[in-house]
């Protein structure tokens, strides 16, 4: 990340506080691409380092900052439908392969999946509002989404309250933990494959040997 970006969101978080955080984390949620998971970083960094923040209350006003927008992303997705998510692809330069995949996670693990959308670096732009095209059940969605709210932003604030003071390799190694999560989540899905396709088999292999 540049100097002067590094600066411009220290000097916003210095500023505003908490509500730098919520304002991030809310709007990156809803569908709105603006860097969520650093400002949540750069403030645990300052809470550890300035102590102008406090761990404990950049957790709560995080989750739910990132609960809140996640709904209203849903909301949003849920009622403009498919055209909206059209323009809003072309509009944000959404690759076409990246909705493709969601929309993929989404129809083999359902509600699940948000969970899991906050740790892929790219899918949490665009979880809730494509959760919401796709008609994903409010009460799942909630679950999961709350779920993986808590444990995202401990996990990331955490992180960054403990390792702030080598901020440029802080920032690394979480993008380097994104790609780890979405190996993590290709192996789970391997496994439940394995495990269906065995299923099947015996289930095949018992009915043969009836007839």
Request: charged share 20%.
């Amino acid at each position: 990340m540049g100097h002067a970006i590094f600066e411009t969101l220290r000097t916003f978080i210095a500023d505003y506080g908490y509500w730098a955080v919520a304002l991030a984390l809310l709007c990156e949620n809803a569908g709105i691409p603006v860097p969520g998971e650093t400002t949540l970083l750069l403030a645990s960094f300052l809470a550890h380092s300035e102590q102008r923040l406090h761990l404990g209350w950049i957790i709560v006003v995080g989750t739910c900052a990132a609960t809140i927008g996640d709904n209203l992303g849903y909301a949003i997705g849920r009622r403009g439908g498919r055209p909206l998510l059209d323009r809003y692809q072309e509009a944000l330069r959404i690759p076409a392969q990246s909705l493709e995949g969601g929309e993929k996670l989404f129809a083999r693990y359902g509600a699940a999946t948000i969970f899991f959308a906050r740790f892929i670096f790219g899918m949490r732009v665009f979880a809730g509002p494509l959760a919401g095209v796709l008609r994903m059940p409010w009460k799942a969605f909630a679950l999961f989404n709350l779920l993986g709210a808590m444990v995202w932003v401990t996990a990331i604030a955490s992180v960054g309250y403990l390792f702030g003071r080598h901020w440029d390799q802080l920032e690394h190694a979480i993008k380097r933990f994104d790609v780890a999560i979405v190996v993590v989540a290709a192996v789970v899905g391997l496994v439940f494959w394995w495990k269906r396709l065995r299923e099947r088999r015996r289930t095949t292999s018992k009915e043969t040997s009836k007839t």
